[in-house]
């Protein structure tokens, strides 16, 4: 609302009909010629103007002044928060940084499977193997004698960084804000503030500075750990880091800065001005998904100088709130308590829109921009929504681009068709709202701790009696059910840990899991609950009692607490159990102790998921490597399951290339795994999200998330479809109005005439008529 | 009174203490500092060494509250309570887990905090007395019936509902202000008007009969029958006499909670998106920022104790006869 509109005059051709409709009305109060306090037509006058302030609708939560901009709006529930690449790892913070920063790799928007191809990099990474004298060694080395292999990646020549203070020179060339003086921060509050701003090329050296902060002692990355496994000496340079730092703050007070430029780190090195080097320990060819993610996007020195300085860091001026990188937007509004707005970057080197694709994109209208330059949308606006009542229905209202479906709207969203295939409702299709739907790379499971006695076993009789009681359970919990009732059928019962789509995950009869199921009629059928009982007397439960002690067989279910809406999930969970006659306990627990007790082990039976990092299968298949156990190694293997024969497997497949000899091996651990049943395999979730009539060029891709630059908004419809459906309904308010004026008037009546029976006017005129 | 101030002032030092004790004691029963690293660094590989050092950087690596193997008094000061406690007294409320300046997040918050609860606190006690008088008025008729009746069906009804019902009809169906969200300067004004709305409604019914039962009691005493008598017309009764008389216990209800007010709304807030302190520490119980959750229970106690003394200062301006010694 404009302030502008409450000093000027209004026109008369300017109001909107509703103005124009109080117009008679005040003639109306003028012509009675009854003395209607002033008040009231200031008071309508006010009204008037506010309704005439919002040109479109009264309830758009946006400035007028945005109307038909090639705008993006959406949402998020939870503050990110970080945005420095080195930290940022959560998805609704990748959702941001993933846009700003650019690493040298991404996949391809359209293709699938997954495919990685150059982002900054001007080819894809070239990688040379080495031994231990420093030979180059052939591609098709063994992973035994390579002992270090050399990634070397050439960026593209010419492009820069976002504008930024950071960079901002005067006129002898030193840089502006890199020796700030306490006094000069006064009128700093944001970075906006800083009235210059400057760019500079991106550099080889630049990503290598970026490597180099993945150890910075006062940064935690969370990929530190594992890197430090594989890039050469980046453990050491940690440490190097740690001594410096620890002198420097004890010479220099906590706003010492560390220059990582004195600090040369061996695994990584540029060669040359857009060549550099990242030397991983053996052979790690998932290390080109890592070169996808932010964690090796660049940064620039004089970012991590600039935000160093003493004061900014107290006013939250620093990399985790203003992000810096090259990619196609920047972050120019950081309140992440209300909104945070990405703009085009002017700098941005320019990509194309790609122009090839799977076969169904041309059906689905997605290559019609093929070739065009990129980004297409100038502003994305995304606005804190804590509450999804609101968020839901701003979306409907046309204020939110896009939208998920929670459970508490899927009806109202979705209907399923005839062969289970959802499609909108027809109120959705009304609105002209489509759906899209994409099998997440990602796994929901129910785990058993193989260190416990009864799920796990002990000795040889006791494991493979455990083994059976697993493979009872599998059949026994019915995932097909599970997921047809409580995700809204947004799932795929699974087979085995790999999500679909990675590569190593088999689909129909050869990818069904034989203990669970049977192939009947060209389709996976859960076997018989008799099956389940057999295994289970096999295991020395018949009938769910202990053979030995005649004691009823009671597992304990661990999960974190849960709202009463998962009361209903957990009673199913015990129904399924009940099958088999084994009594099921759930264990409630906050999510703190939760995690304790996965760690210590203590747990029996508990729910768990992975979203995977890369297309690639070992990033499924680790989650069950015996050196990853929870107990002992704090890995990611949370069932704590050992298989030497899987271990072994693991070591050969995890370093080779996709083919057929990695499928073999795949098939075979796959195969392990099902035997042993360490996991309910659960399901992959199906992820749906609701789309406008006006967004276009949306694919989903689970695995990158730099898409914004791919969509395109039509603005000119948005804005006729929020007209159209957000029209103000003025009636009630002026029935509830003449309902309080009605409910009034009675009681005014009485007032009045109390207040004439009573009072000294009325008791004087009695006292004089008595005299008189 | 001067004297009076500073005693209540010297009280309020133990009241403080203990509350951040109390808070510290529940908030580390449920969350250790293991707890709470793991919530900031993330779930996925999280390694100890990494959950030491962030340990380590923020002092959380020391004991709770006694360190056995320091010497003299710094077996109470090396502790985590001492260190996290005492630079509160000195307003340093410190950096929230993630990094965040607190001091300049509840300053920035406080706004927006203020925005919907004072119009509500201000609009909602004149509301509230008007319609306490009104039914006081029209006592022993259809009004004052059908209007304690109205009264206990609004006292019945949970906030959260008057919140989702308001923003389905007002927002929703008849389009009239926008379902959530905040603007800056003027431009908050249409996002205010729904809550505040809401605000004195889900109010109206416990204040309205409070308000209505202390001025009944006033209406059976001695002056207003004296007044009455002298042939006052009602409404100078009611609003000359009666509602002078009923201020102390309505200042006792009311002056309390206006330093509370910066504090803002904990549900309000989160459905409106209105980017207040009560969001702020939703936030921050979520995430178990102990930094925050401590820095707000601090000033929620400070504003609480401020507003007791405000409150008795607050009698002798509308009560001669009470002197503060």
Known sequence: MKAAVFTEPLKPSSLSPLAAATVPLQNWIHKTGRAKPRCLEYLLVMLTALMCACSGPWNNPYPDSDAGKNILYGAFAERPKHLDPVQSYSSNEILITAQIYEPPLQYHYLKRPYELIPASAAKMPSVQYFDKKGTRLPDNAGDEQIAYTIYEISIMPGIRFQPHPAFAKDQQGEFLYHRLPEKELTDIHKLGDFPHTGSRELTAEDYVFQIKRLAHPRLHSPIFGLMSDYIIGLKEYAETLRTADEAQLKEQGSDAYLDLNSYPLAGAEAVDRYTYHVKINGKYPQFKYWLAMPFFAPIPWEAERFYNQKGLAEKNINLDWYPLGTGPYMLTKNDPNRMMVLEKNPNFHGETYPSEGMPVDEQADLLRDAGAPLPFIDKVIYSRERESIPRWNKFLQGYYDASSIGSDSFDQAVQLAGQGEATVTEAMQEQGIRLETAVATSTNYMGFNMLDPVVGGIGKQGREAARKLRQAISIAVDYEEYVSIFANGRGIPAQGPIAPGIAGHREGKEGINPVVYDWVDGRPRRKPIEAARKLLAEAGYPDGMDAKTGAPLVLYFDVTTRGTEDKSSLDWMRKQFQKLNIQLVVRNTDYNRFQDKIRKGNAQIFEWGWNADYPDPENFLFLLYGPQQKVGSEGENAANYSNPEYNRLFDRMKNMEDGLKRQQIIDRMITILRHDSPWLWGYHPKEYGLYHAWYGNIKANRLSHNNVKYFRIDAGLREQKRSEWNKPVVWPAIAGLIVLVASIIPAVVVYRRRERGAGITSTESTIETQMS | ?325
Not at chain 2, 111 to 118: D, G, R
Not at chain 2, 184 to 194: P, S
Not at chain 2, 245 to 269: D, K, Q, Y
Request: aromatic content about 12%; charged content about 15%.
């Open chain 2, 1 to 325: 009174m001067l004297n009076y101030i500073i005693r209540r002032v010297l009280y309020a030092i133990p009241i403080l203490i203990g509350v951040n004790l109390i808070t510290f004691t529940l908030f580390f029963v449920v969350n250790t500092p293991d707890d709470m690293a793991r919530m900031q660094l993330g779930i996925k590989r999280v390694t100890p060494e990494a959950i030491a050092k962030w340990k380590q950087e923020r002092g959380y690596d020391k004991p709770l509250m006694f360190n056995s193997g320091d010497e003299g008094f710094t077996k109470l000061t090396n502790t985590i309570f001492f260190e996290k406690s005492a630079a509160m007294f000195a307003f340093r409320f410190g950096r929230a887990d993630d990094g965040r300046d607190i001091a300049y997040e509840i300053k920035s918050r406080m706004v927006p905090s203020l925005a919907i609860a004072l119009p509500v606190f201000l609009l909602g006690l004149g509301v509230y007395i008007v319609f306490a008088l009104i039914m006081v008025f029209f006592r022993a008729t259809y009004v004052d019936f059908w209007g304690v009746v109205l009264c206990v069906a609004l006292m019945s009804i949970s906030s959260l509902f008057y919140i989702i019902a308001g923003q389905f009809l007002i927002s929703k169906l008849w389009h009239l202000v926008p379902i959530s969200g905040y603007g800056q300067e003027l431009d908050a004004a249409k996002f205010l008007v729904l809550p505040v709305i809401i605000g004195v409604i889900s109010g109206a019914g416990a204040n309205t009969r409070w308000y209505r039962t202390l001025f009944l009691e006033e209406m059976g005493k001695d002056y207003v029958r004296t007044a009455r008598a002298k042939g006052l017309p009602e409404s100078a009764v009611l609003f000359g006499h009666v509602l002078r008389n009923a201020m102390i216990p309505i200042l006792t209800g009311a002056v309390v909670v206006i330093p509370l007010l910066f504090l803002g709304s904990l549900i309000a807030e989160s459905f409106f998106g209105i980017p207040g302190l009560g969001s702020y520490t939703i936030d921050a119980i979520n995430s178990q920022d102990f930094a925050v959750v401590r820095a707000m229970v601090f000033l929620g106690s400070l504003l609480y104790i401020v507003g007791l003394i405000l409150t008795d200062i607050s009698y002798t301006l509308v009560d001669p006869r009470i002197r503060l010694e």
